[in-house]
């Protein structure tokens, strides 16, 4: 592949303002070309570029094409900065006048150097956010399409979308379904704005030729305008990339607009730079139709504030895993120490989901043609979630080291919404971790809050997520959480039913559809604030499973927890897997007794606190 950097531009608005400046704070910058102006960071605009691209294992050349103009100041750039002298072409020009125009440019080095090979074109002048990109990952996408590719970003609120070449991208195959060149604001919805920065394959190359025929002048040789016809008229294929940064060309803009940008780009840098990012996922408890979500079934889930896990991200040098001193012990007081530790531990607890998640979510971002920056960081995570009682533990820490990554790379909801979320992170525990799980967690993780999920089978292959909706969380009656101090693996509960459902066995067919309408009626009940409705269908929920999966694959630590609840007249259910239960116990005149049952049965016991995301209401571990 072979690079090619434009910088041929006549800034004459800048160019102007910089020479007839009062302030005199510029006036060591008259004459400068606009690629070799300051950039972020102190460093010329075409010094970052010229970084990016100088990487031979990528590129076998690179070209700098500039103008008749400034074409010393360029010669005089590469000598100092190792670039092929050789290399920088002078288009002829001398004048915003007499200028070639951009495609222009482009196709006179082709020609001129006789250039048979994939190209990549990139404005030398134009300023960028973030300045770690990785161009590797660039190609890599462009090479798994067929067709050339379009980089863009997202407009700041502050940008319009009249000033840009504006894309429409189909969020499925990445192709660019049209291009508008600096379009009305009611013309597209989209904020999607491409740059000069782009991928041309060796067999598109003389469409530059053609185009350039149906042009006579300069000022219709733009790369706007190019593409436009390309992809409108001629409707080759032609996909786009997302970079989650900002970019700002340098063309004919002001000097406040220059200082502006500058400014914004590198306070924003600053702001970033090194500062923790710290993200918390909630337990959940299943409070009807579980465990029907992996049976294309319904449920109802809410997070509670009780249990957490946590994950901070900071910015470091090298991409670090930070073991959590109790969770993944690596040093051990004797063999015998490390030997009852891993019996009641699992081997390596959170680590591998944190590694898990970091892979998946580059494998995501590159395969969704998302280009993530060049930065390492370092993470590391707690959580006070009971493990193997079926809270979410293991998903817990999952979402909260994604809600990091995305905020660490600027992926937004549009970039990955939440119901692809919520597969993304089953996905992490399912393909990469071999974990027993259903999509019911990883929604109310997400979503947060209480949620009724419909997990219907034509949803789920039709739209690849099923039907979520976030309920009404005010005035919620009071529900218990009890849990074995001992548990066994939560993940053996499931036993053989999937074989069986996969079977089409009757029973368990049948009681997956009854799971389905006992969430729709306790959905009902919830509406209705009709608590005692509510009860029973808990009750209903824990007898069906049982009479499906039977006792002996429920366990007696289980069901001792179910009897010993029900002696106080509380309605009892499995939130999970099976380790824990919870309950309504309407009569709360009850709950300090049952309380202590509970404790004197060896089992922890605390009154649950909802976590409502819209309130905000955090609360501690009781």
């Known amino acids: 592949m072979i690079c090619i950097l434009l910088v041929a531009g006549h800034g004459t608005v800048l160019e102007t303002h910089i020479k007839n400046d009062d302030t ?3 006036s060591h910058l008259t004459g400068i070309p606009k690629a070799l102006l300051p950039g972020i960071g102190g460093r010329k605009i075409l010094d970052f570029w010229w970084e990016t691209v100088n990487m031979r294992q990528l590129f076998t050349e690179v070209y700098l094409v500039t103008n008749a103009d400034k074409y010393k100041h360029y010669e005089r750039w590469a000598t100092a900065n190792d670039f092929p002298v050789e290399n920088v072409v002078n288009d002829g020009s001398t004048t915003l006048e007499n200028r070639l125009g951009a495609v222009a440019d482009l196709e006179l080095v082709i020609r001129s150097r006789k250039l048979e090979d994939d190209i990549m074109v990139i404005a030398g002048d134009m300023l960028c956010a973030d300045l770690n990109f990785d161009i590797a990952q660039v190609i890599r996408f462009f090479r798994s399409k067929p067709g050339e590719l379009i980089i863009y970003y997202e407009l700041e609120e502050s940008e319009k979308s009249s000033s840009r070449g504006i894309v429409e991208v189909c969020p499925d195959t990445h192709r660019i379904t049209r291009f508008l060149e600096k379009p009305q604001e009611d013309v597209t919805s989209s904020r999607l704005a491409s740059v000069v920065f782009y991928c041309i394959r060796r067999e598109t190359l003389p469409c530059l030729s053609d ?4 042009q006579p002048e300069a000022t219709d040789k733009t790369f706007g305008q190019f593409w436009e016809w390309l992809i409108n008229e001629k409707q080759l294929d032609v996909f786009g990339m997302k970079l989650p ?5 340098i063309g004919q803009v002001s000097l406040s607009d220059y200082t502006k940008w500058l400014s914004h780009y590198s306070t924003k840098q600053q702001n970033s730079a090194a500062k923790p990012i710290t993200c918390r996922s909630y337990a959940r408890v299943g409070l009807m139709g579980n465990p029907s979500d992996g049976f294309n079934g319904k449920t109802i889930a809410m997070t509670i504030s009780n249990f957490w896990a946590e994950v901070v991200l900071v910015e470091s040098q090298t991409l670090v895993l930070v073991p959590h001193p109790l969770n993944d012990p690596t040093e051990f007081g004797s063999l015998q120490d490390l030997f009852c530790i891993k019996g009641v531990c699992v081997y390596l607890g959170g680590l591998r989901l944190l590694q898990a998640t970091c892979k998946k979510f580059y494998q995501f971002c590159s395969k969704q043609g998302i280009a993530l920056t060049k930065q390492n960081f370092t993470l590391k995570y707690d959580t ?7 809270l979410a533990g293991s998903s817990a820490i999952v979402s909260a080291t994604l809600k990091c990554l995305m905020k660490f790379y600027n992926i937004t909801d549009s970039d990955l919404p939440k119901p692809v979320r919520a597969n993304f992170i089953l996905n992490v525990e399912t393909d990469e971790l071999f974990i027993t799980a259903g999509l019911q967690d990883r929604v109310v993780q997400v979503y947060e809050g209480l949620i009724y999920m419909d997990f219907d089978k034509k949803l789920m292959e ?6 979520y909706v976030s309920m009404d969380m005010t005035d919620l009656p009071l529900f218990w959480l009890a849990f074995l101090s001992d548990p066994s693996d939560s993940g053996r509960i499931h036993s053989n039913i999937r074989q069986r459902w996969l079977s089409g066995d009757a029973v368990v067919v049948e009681a997956m559809k009854t799971f389905a309408e006992l969430t729709d009626k306790a959905r009902e009940a919830l509406q209705k604030r009709d608590w005692t409705c509510l009860a029973q269908l808990m009750d ?5 499973r049982r009479s499906v999966y039977t006792d002996e694959c429920l366990g007696p630590g289980n069901l001792k927890m179910v009897q010993l609840a029900r002696q106080f007249g509380s309605a009892v259910k499995l939130p999970g897997s099976g380790g824990a239960v919870v309950g309504l116990c309407l009569d709360h005149n009850r709950l300090v007794e049952m309380r202590q049952a509970f404790q004197e049965a060896g089992c922890v016991f605390c009154l649950i606190t ?5 309130a905000r209401t955090v609360g501690g571990p009781n």
């Open 211 to 214: 185009f350039l025929h149906l």
């Open 245 to 249: 940064t900002g970019f700002q060309l």
């Open 610 to 614: 909802p976590y409502n995301p819209s």
């Open 462 to 467: 039709e739209q690849g997520y099923g039907h």
């Open 540 to 544: 209903q929920n824990f007898e069906l």
């Open 384 to 390: 006070n979630i009971p493990r193997q009682v079926g």
């Open 24 to 26: 005199g704070l510029y």
